[in-house]
Nanobody, 121 residues
Framework: HVQLVESGGGSVQTGGSLRLSCAGS????????MGWFRQAPGREREGVAA???????HYADSVQGRFTVSRDFASDTVYLQMNSLKAEDSALYYC?????????????????WGQGTQVTV
């Protein structure tokens, strides 16, 4: 079965950087979208960044220019490099995968989820 295992969260000062990783397993093919969502207390889960099989990337306006999503197809791992972190970036970050061959903009479009990793700025 499909599993997504995240790592790399933690605490960092404003302006600092963190790199999140999400290792996927159990997929029968690589043509799926992998991305990141986040959820802060009292707020809805929001999309942060995603990368599909054709290397097309998508970013939320709030992280554009600061965050970079990348993907290693050999290991089916997706990364989120977060630079210039702000207090408002603090949230529980979730890795997600969609079996669609494009990256849905909403959480309901994703079939699999990781357990979440906390980022505190």
């Amino acid at each position: 079965h499909v599993q997504l295992v995240e790592s790399g969260g933690g605490s960092v000062q404003t302006g600092g950087s963190l790199r999140l990783s999400c290792a996927g397993s159990g997929f029968t093919s690589m043509d799926h979208c992998m991305g990141w969502f986040r959820q802060a207390p009292g707020r809805e889960r929001e999309g942060v960044a995603a990368r599909d099989y054709d290397a097309e990337t998508h970013y939320a306006d709030s992280v554009q220019g600061r965050f970079t999503v990348s993907r290693d197809f050999a290991s089916d791992t997706v990364y989120l490099q977060m630079n210039s972190l702000k207090a408002e970036d603090s949230a529980l970050y979730y890795c997600a995968a969609s079996v669609k061959d494009y990256c849905p903009s909403e959480a309901k479009g994703y079939n699999y989820w990781g357990q979440g990793t906390q980022v505190t700025v």
